[in-house]
Structures are given as C-alpha cells and as structure tokens.
C-alpha cells in the first residue's frame, strides 16, 4: 500500500496524540493549518498532519488503522462513503447523511461521524444569527454529497420545505427517498419558478468556484429578505453571492463552514472544544493568498 505521507503525521508516538486528514489529492487542505492554529492557541502536545491515501489503498488503510497510531482522523474526498464499511459505530447524523468525515479511536475500535451539517450550522449561527427563524422554506442547489449535510442542518433547524434543485434530476428525487416529505426535488432549469417563497438559498454545487463555469440564476424572483450563502469559499465572493448582494440580500460565505466543521474533530481528539475566531478566519485566508 502507498501512503505518501505529507509532514509526519504519524510521528509522534511519546505519549503524544496525533490526527490527520485522510484523502486523495490532499495538497490544498487546509484542514492542518486549523489545527495547528488550535494546538498551538491550546499548548496541547499533538500534532495534526495530512495523509494521501490513492482510493485504491482506502479499504486496506482504514481496516488497518489502529497501526497509523492516530487518535483519529478527517476523511475528506474521495474515502467519506469508503470509510464506513471500516466504522464499529457510526452516529445517526452520519447515517441518514450517508458520509462519514470524521473519524476517532476508541478501545472498541473506530467510530466515526459527519460534522459538515454542525459547520454548515455554526456558519450561519455566527453571521446570520436568528437565520432559522425567517421562515420554514429554503432552496437548495445541488444533490451531491455536501447538499446532503446541508440539508439534513436545515432539517434540524426546523425547516418543513426544503427544495433541492440539480442538474440531474433522479440525484434529488433520491434525497425525498433519503430525507422524507420535506423534500421537494425539481430540475436546476426550473428553480427560479421556486424562488418567491423561501427564506434562504444554498449553493451547494461547484457551479461558481475557480475553474468552474459560474452559477447562472436569476434572483429577481427571491424574496429581498432571504439569506444567500455558498458552500463554495474560493472565490470567497462567488458570482452568486456577489449578484445577491446587488440585490441587497443578506450573505454568507462558505469558509466558515470550513473552520467551524472541524471543532468537533479537535474537541474528540485533543479534549478541548477550539472556538473559531477572527484570528484563524484572518490566517487561513492568508494561507489561501487572500489575507484581508
Ligand atoms: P459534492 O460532494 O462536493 O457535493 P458531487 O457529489 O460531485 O460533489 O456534487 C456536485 C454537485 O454539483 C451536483 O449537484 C452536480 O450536479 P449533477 O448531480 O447533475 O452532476 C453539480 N454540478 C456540477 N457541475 C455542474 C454543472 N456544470 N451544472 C450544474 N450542476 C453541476
């Protein structure tokens, strides 16, 4: 098995704890500068590395994972569905999720359970307080994986209507059979008929970020107090939020979601729960060439 290991992830063995980030390409994660600002920030004696793991390795590396001498992990693309036939105990939000992101040691084996819904959340709880409160109808564009956390924040917050729009339409009629009769799935070419009554729009597809084609949607037809957020950070602006904000809508970005889906991770591993502050937002934009 080739495990190209970047930095020392597996190091430190002296009564030190250890955890990475597990995927395939792993270069660009900025998963290890979060956590090394939290240990540091923390005086905590660990260290957090990254692992490029080739998908056809996964299931002999995650059966075998206690020999890493980790406490834990995040798994990130491609592994998040690979790792669960390997979890002893996976937790109901990864379950109905279907993915698995982050991963901990325990004496009866690995657990494991998804965060992107609490860092989607915790995103909008600190821009966007009382975001939960607008109304009960959001618009959700895209049904790939990172719409599925999504989704399931929004069920959790309360919402009873939640249009999930794609380009391929059978990928949201699966997330009805998923998530229930909340769910009202339409083709991404019909979305703005679906506009008028929700309260929060979601980007969730790769529509907008650099490199890809960019979002192209009308929002004459969204309600002008509706919140507009991005899962998509780089660019921190996408195209969509920019046009939401000539319109005058409240936006968000989609780093946040980033910082604040790892504090559940840090707290399991490393005993203390980090809190995400304007410094490590500040750092994290500099390591992405975007200091404000
Ligand atoms: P992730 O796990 O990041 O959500 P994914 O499962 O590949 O990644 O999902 C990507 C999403 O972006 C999907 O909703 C995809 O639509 P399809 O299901 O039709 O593929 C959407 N997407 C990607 N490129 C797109 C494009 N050019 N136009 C419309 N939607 C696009």
């Known amino acids: 098995m080739s495990v190209s290991k970047n930095k020392s992830a597996t190091e430190p063995a002296n009564g030190h704890r250890a955890a990475a980030v597990i995927g395939w390409p792993i270069t660009h994660s900025k998963s290890p500068a979060i956590h090394t600002h939290w240990l540091k920030e923390h005086q905590i004696d660990g260290h957090y590395g990254a692992l490029a ?6 299931n002999a590396f995650f059966a075998d994972f206690k020999s890493q001498n980790l406490v834990g992990a ?5 592994h998040k569905e690979t790792v669960f036939r390997h979890l002893d105990y996976v937790d109901g939000a ?3 999720i279907g993915a698995v992101n982050t991963i ?5 084996g690995l657990s494991g359970t998804n965060t992107d819904w609490i860092g989607f959340q915790e995103n ?6 009382g975001w939960q409160t607008g109304g009960k109808t959001a618009v959700v564009l895209g049904a790939g994986g990172a719409a599925r956390g999504v ?3 929004l069920k959790q917050n309360g919402f009873t209507e939640i249009i999930v729009a794609n380009r391929t339409r059978a990928r949201a009629d699966e997330f009805k059979a998923r998530f229930g009769d909340s769910i009202v799935p339409v083709a991404l070419d019909d979305v703005e008929d679906h506009l008028a009554h929700a309260s929060l ?6 529509l907008g970020m650099e490199g890809h084609p960019p979002l192209t949607l009308s929002l004459e037809r969204l309600d002008r107090n509706a919140l507009v957020t991005d899962i998509v950070y780089t660019p921190l ?4 939020l920019a046009l939401a904000k000539t319109h005058g809508h409240v936006t968000v970005d989609g780093l946040g979601m980033l910082l604040h889906q790892a504090v559940p991770g840090f707290e399991r591993w490393f005993g203390v729960k980090p809190v995400v502050t304007h410094t490590l937002r500040q750092l994290i934009l500099k390591e992405m060439g975007l200091d404000a």
């Open 104 to 108: 901990w040691t325990t004496d009866g």
């Open 201 to 206: 729009l979601i980007n969730t597809t790769s």
């Open 94 to 96: 990864a379950k109905e």
């Open 151 to 153: 989704v399931y924040a």
């Open 124 to 129: 909008l709880n600190d821009h966007a307080p």
């Open 74 to 78: 995040n798994v990130t693309i491609p």
């Open 53 to 58: 793991v080739r998908p056809e390795d996964a």
């Open 237 to 240: 602006t996408t195209p969509l």
